[in-house]
């Protein structure tokens, strides 16, 4: 738990446990270790690119390196065990060591077996099994071995393994065999069946036997590993012309082997800026993220307020005519949207047809609608013949427009092309023109120029939010004002509004070089790569089309699936200007605040602060769909479906995580370190503090083991200063590692609007995680668990299975769990103080602040012990990865319950079912007792062992030191930051 002056020795309670639990293991016989003789081990190797085995290794011996920049050396062993075991090890004895910064090998268990040789080419190197946790290799202290924890192995089972070096956290998300790792050289002695080394099969009659498998649960919520969304819209029809992947960065066009292609934004479709619907349900729900259009879809359900929403646009010329496709977002009835192309040039801008209220440059308009196609002569007016064909794909929501040659013939030129969507009126034949308000049939938000088009493609310059104008707010009021009236491209659509509210789409077009399509010419030039990027990604969920309001998430949300419910979904992300760190990038989860989109913070200098930092950082922001949602359900699992496919499309060094957020988005930032701890190295939150007792969705305990930041104003109106003193003494008496920072003369959004996060970015660093902490507290909640998003918190670290015993008497549980098996004593808390001091930079000036904080010291080492204990609160069952946890399966166990509990350790294939009290459990011997409670019984049945009186004589002593430090233990028991936990009255 955490640390502090006080918990730096075991609590009397905990040394009687220790006491009892060596009379009962005196008392009993303990399985001891073998030779495993009669193993098969057999050896192969790869080599991935051109490295080789240096001179010297020894013939039939292991070479595994790393090197920055060099070629990283894997290889692969096969292992065979004459008989059933609880425990097995491989032991390596190392020929030749250089270390360089630090070494990390795992052990990889592959699928498949392989033929033995050197420098193999690469593609023939057998699968890894991604279920099965990898083993990381301990070096010895002398550095002559490096050992394995290879966990229970059935009589007879083979087991094919490969050796590599790789990150230091490799059961991250993303975690991949091919990432490059710290510098180290390490040449082994050939393997031979010695190296097997396997512990017998302890009696079963100790606790309930199962068969032993690995218990190492994936980090964070499944859907963080869930495979690659397929979504129709991004897909190409099998058979047609297309070929190329799409973009998926907004804002930008290619050239990919014959096709052109241009990228729109999403949920962009606002139109002109006019005159305001005032019953429009997007401007309402994003108070610091307004539309520079507002143009309001017809309240129709068929439109789903996305109906013309431009996700694609491509062309490609063919031997008879050019073919055009255009994707869109949304698509329930064709007959209602359509979109108009502009072809070719004109001396003078020209009204493009069908009552669109453009114009642009043009020689030609093809104006599409359901499966209908007319080519007009932009110069005259006239209807062309040939007519264009069109082919609707309502499953991709694609339009596939062929204009024949006859009609207009492109050659190899450079062609002026432009295009626009809207929605149709069937009975009258044109576009649906918008009026005030919106109704049933009717769009609303009109402009002056009545523009009929809600979106409009090549979009190259959309402008990003001003924040030298937001710094010119201070206080939340001003700053609301201001995002309404003057900061309008939160949804990069500025500069469409703009033209559409003019009426002259002249800038707004490509030129499409037709003699690179028919050279087919690859360039993604113009696909931006760093600085700020939209994202478009398929979602892992889905629950409809479009936007629907109806959907929207209020404030600390139950369930909520929130309004943009499209299988389609929108992201930003900040890539450095700097070349990639060698491990990959570190990445930043950032989260927006209530009313904001996943723009909130583009053109601000918070995210190139944060990206800069360290080695270097990628920052993305969800839209997660709604403004609101408070990460909850969906919207907490789109920050995860995101983050997977950031992992899909950039190398990360996912052991340098960190989550920060403002306002809600700060809410959110201490409620996924306290849902997810092991995914984050620290958190930083701003406008908001972090709560406890399920207080907003938050609790305490999972911030153990996660350094966080904190800042906020004084006069903040959702947190005020009784709150913020209140937060402080709570983390200080929980022994947290923290900084809070008070600015006494900023509200809300000051800080937002000061725009400087400098040092914030610089206390964040390159901060790592810990991924087996000695201590773990952690609160369940089966309130914010959600199945159907797979977002169900039920794991932390090496503790997995977590399960609530009563949620109709309290829906909450918790669990701290000690390993001794660390060899570590807890760190004390060094550094607590409050300073005074002055922030400069950013557009508000110098802002002063009090700030509070406290460390940890460095733990210092203690023997090691073979020993765990666990207090659980409500729940009724736990499951115990011993070997991240540094146990072995002849552990003893103290557990600490109120109520019926069972603990199961299936490495070891052992599970204990525990009454209400203290019950110390041995998981090699074949004894259980229980204190405060009544002995299990023949379920742990106690036996005799070869010392029966030193048994004895250890739990008198034992017994007796429980019932002379009741007081005592009372009183340490109120310095663990777990006794809100066990004695919480909420």
């Avoid at 050992?147 to 094919?160: K, V, Y």
Wanted: with cysteine; hydrophobic share 40%.
């Amino acid at each position: 738990m955490a640390p502090s002056a006080a918990r730096r020795r075991p609590s009397p309670r905990i040394t009687g446990s220790l006491l009892l639990a060596v009379g009962l293991l005196a008392t009993v016989a303990v399985a001891t270790s073998s030779r495993a003789e009669g193993t098969e081990v057999a050896t192969a190797y790869w080599w991935k690119g051109s490295g080789t085995a240096p001179p010297g290794v020894p013939e039939g011996g292991l070479y595994v390196s790393s090197q920055p920049s060099g070629p990283t050396a894997i290889s692969a062993l096969r292992l065979r065990s004459p008989r059933a075991t609880s425990d097995a090890r491989l032991v390596l004895r190392v020929h030749s060591l250089q270390i360089g910064d630090a070494m990390t090998l795992v052990l990889l268990p592959s699928t498949t077996a392989w033929v033995p040789g050197d420098n193999q080419p690469w593609d023939s190197k057998p699968g890894y099994d991604q279920q099965l946790p990898p083993t990381t290799g301990v070096l010895s202290a002398d550095q002559h071995t490096v050992s394995f924890d290879l966990g229970a192995m059935s009589q007879g089972e083979t087991r094919n393994v490969e050796l590599l070096p790789t990150r230091a956290y490799s059961t991250q998300p993303g975690f991949s065999p091919d990432a490059p790792s710290q510098t180290f050289d390490v040449s082994f002695e050939p393997v031979t069946a010695d190296s097997l080394v396997l512990a017998a099969r302890a009696p079963a009659a100790v606790v309930t036997s199962t068969a032993a498998h690995s218990v190492t649960q994936r980090p964070g919520p499944d859907i963080l590993y869930a495979p690659e969304a397929q979504a129709p819209q991004l897909e190409n029809r099998p058979g047609g012309p297309w070929h190329a992947e799409p973009l998926l960065v907004s804002g930008a066009e290619a050239y990919r082997s014959g096709e052109y292609l241009y990228q729109g934004f999403l949920y962009d479709d606002h139109g002109a800026a006019g005159a305001v619907d005032p019953n429009d349900p997007i401007t309402t729900s994003f108070l610091f993220a307004g539309k520079a259009g507002t143009l309001t879809y017809p309240t129709d359900r068929a439109f789903v307020n996305n109906a013309a929403d431009l996700l694609e646009f491509r062309v490609r010329p063919e031997p008879h005519d050019t073919v055009f496709r255009t994707t869109f977002t949304s698509l329930v009835d064709p007959s209602r949207t359509a979109l108009t192309i502009a072809l070719g040039s004109s001396p003078t801008a020209l009204a493009w047809p069908a009552s669109a209220g453009v114009s642009s440059p043009a020689q030609l308009f093809v104006t599409v609608h359901g499966d209908t196609a007319t080519v007009v002569d932009a110069a005259t007016g006239k209807t062309g013949s040939p007519g264009a064909t069109v082919q609707v794909d309502t499953e991709r929501h694609q339009y596939e427009v062929h204009v024949p040659h006859a009609v207009w013939d492109p050659g190899t030129t450079v062609q002026r092309v432009a295009i626009g969507a809207g929605l149709w009126d069937v009975a009258a034949g044109h576009y649906l023109v918008p009026g005030a308000t919106a109704t049933a049939t009717a769009p609303g938000g009109a402009a002056p120029s009545h523009a009929a088009l809600f979106d409009v493609g090549f979009r190259f310059a959309e402008p990003m939010p001003d924040w030298s104008r937001m710094g010119l707010s201070y206080t939340i009021a001003d700053a609301a004002v201001l995002v309404q009236a003057d900061q309008k491209c939160f949804w990069r659509e500025c500069q469409q509004a703009a033209a559409l509210r003019s009426g002259d789409l002249s800038a707004l077009h490509a030129d499409v070089d037709f003699g690179r399509l028919a050279r087919r010419v690859t360039d993604d030039s113009h696909v931006p790569t760093t600085g700020y990027l939209d994202r478009i990604h398929p979602s892992s969920l889905s629950f409809g089309q479009g936007i629907d309001p109806a959907q929207a998430c209020g404030r600390f949300p139950v369930s909520c699936h929130g309004m943009f419910v499209g299988n389609l979904q929108a992201y930003q992300v900040y890539v450095p200007k700097r070349p990639q760190p060698t491990h990959g990038w570190g990445l930043t989860v950032m989260l927006h605040a209530s009313g904001a989109n996943q723009n909130e913070r583009m053109g601000s200098r918070m995210e190139p602060q944060l990206a800069n930092r360290g080695l270097g950082s990628i920052v993305v922001t969800a839209l997660a769909r709604d403004p609101n949602g408070d990460y909850s359900d969906a919207s907490e699992a789109e920050v995860f479906d995101t983050w997977a496919d950031v992992a899909r499309h950039y190398p990360l060094d996912l052991s340098r995580t960190a989550v920060v957020g403002y306002s809600m988005g700060g809410g959110g930032t201490y409620k996924l370190v306290q849902r997810w701890p092991e995914l984050f190295a620290a958190g930083f939150g701003a406008a908001a503090v972090p709560f406890d007792d399920g207080w907003q969705g938050q609790w305490f305990p999972g911030m153990l083991n996660v350094p966080m930041l904190t800042w906020i104003g004084n006069e903040d109106e959702g947190s005020g200063n009784n709150v913020q003193l209140i937060q402080i003494h709570d983390m200080e008496l929980y022994g947290f590692r923290f900084v809070l920072r008070q600015f006494p003369t900023s509200d809300h959004l000051t800080i937002a609007t000061n725009d400087d996060y400098a040092e914030g970015a610089a206390w964040l660093g390159d901060r790592r995680i810990d991924p087996d902490p000695q201590r773990i507290s952690f609160a369940v909640d089966t309130r914010l668990d959600f199945a159907a998003t797979t977002v169900v918190a039920d794991h932390a670290y090496w503790l997995s299975g977590l399960a609530v015993r009563d949620r109709t008497k309290d829906p909450a549980g918790a669990v701290e769990a000690h390993s001794l098996g660390f060899g570590q004593a807890d760190p004390g808390v060094v550094n607590r103080s409050t300073t005074a001091g002055t922030m400069a930079g950013g557009y508000h000036g110098p802002m002063p602040y009090m700030q509070t904080q406290q460390d940890w010291a460095p733990a210092r080492a203690v023997p090691r012990s073979d020993h765990l204990d666990l207090q659980l609160r409500n729940l009724a069952s736990v499951e115990v990865d011993l070997q991240r946890a540094r146990l072995d399966c002849q552990a003893t166990v103290s557990v600490h319950t109120d109520g019926p509990a069972r603990v199961a350790f299936p490495a070891c294939g052992r599970v204990a079912s525990v009454p209400a009290g203290t019950t110390s459990v041995s998981l090699g011997g074949t004894s259980a007792t229980t204190i405060g409670a009544s002995v299990a019984g023949d379920r742990l049945a106690a036996t005799g062992g070869s010392t029966p009186w030193l048994g004895a004589c250890a739990l008198l002593v034992g017994l007796l030191r429980w019932r002379s430090v009741g007081r005592q233990a009372s009183a340490d028991q109120d310095r663990w930051p777990f006794r809100n936990l066990l004695s919480s009255s909420r």
